[in-house]
């Protein structure tokens, strides 16, 4: 059984990068896609982007020109970074994976735990 | 972007009793080289990650209840609920996956009457 979980700060000044890591344990990160969606407070869901084991990406066009992800197979490991953040960034972050248990790219089929992450001076 | 509309944003259902969901797209998520709609819904229950129920508009998805069930094609879905139990209260997204960016409806909230 596949695990995701979140790690990082969770508290992140306005105006700085907000980082966060997505550890897969139970499985591996290598032939797959993963994504990291968020959400604020009370509120829906926002798909902020994947990247594929290889290094590919896909950003939401929304938040492209802050948002960079990375992976890192051999810790098994994908990475979220997201710049000059504000208060609006206040959300809880979910890593997921996509089509990991044979289903379609596009649908999450794992999901971590989720981190809240605060943007506050 | 394709625009994720449901309706209602909340509703109350007695126990045992029928609970239904629509969900409405800006723009067909029907594919017409496998005739298979990319729709799915999730469930989420408070202080949870949402949970894939289900896929293809009306596929279920792996250990999921045979109460629920979904339906629609093109624009148009729905997500029903047949027997409301009390573990089937949650926030019920729907989502697209005929392109990118993925984009989830705002989320239909389902309680006990």
């Known amino acids: 059984q596949v695990q995701l979980q979140e790690s990082g700060p969770g508290l992140v000044k306005p105006s700085e990068t907000l980082s966060l890591t997505c550890t897969v344990s139970?499985?591996?990160?290598?032939?797959?896609?993963w994504s990291w969606i968020r959400q604020p407070p009370g509120k829906g869901l926002e798909w902020i982007g994947y990247i594929y084991y290889s290094g590919s990406s896909n950003y939401n066009p929304s938040l492209k020109s802050r948002v960079t992800m990375s992976v890192d197979t051999s810790k098994n490991q994908f990475s979220l970074k997201l710049s000059s953040v504000t208060a609006a960034d206040t959300a809880v972050y979910y890593c997921a994976s996509e089509g990991y248990s044979g289903y379609d790219l596009g649908l999450f089929d794992y999901w971590g735990q989720g981190t809240l992450v605060t943007v506050s001076s | 972007d394709i625009v994720m509309t449901q309706s209602p944003d909340s509703l109350a259902v007695s126990l045992g009793e029928r609970a239904t969901i629509n969900c409405k797209s800006s723009h067909s998520v029907l594919y017409s080289s496998n005739n298979k709609n990319f729709l799915a819904w999730y469930q989420q229950k408070p202080g949870q990650p949402p949970k894939l129920l289900i896929y293809?508009?009306?596929t279920r998805a792996s250990g999921v209840s045979d109460r629920f069930s979904g339906s629609g094609s093109g624009t148009d879905f729905t997500l029903t609920i047949s027997s409301l139990q009390a573990e089937d209260v949650a926030v019920y997204y729907c989502?697209?996956?005929?392109?990118?960016?993925?984009?989830f409806g705002q989320g239909t909230k389902v309680e006990i009457k």
């Open positions: 139970g499985g591996s990160i290598s032939s797959y896609y």
């Open positions: 989502q697209q996956y005929y392109s990118t960016p993925r984009t």
């Open positions: 293809w508009a009306s």
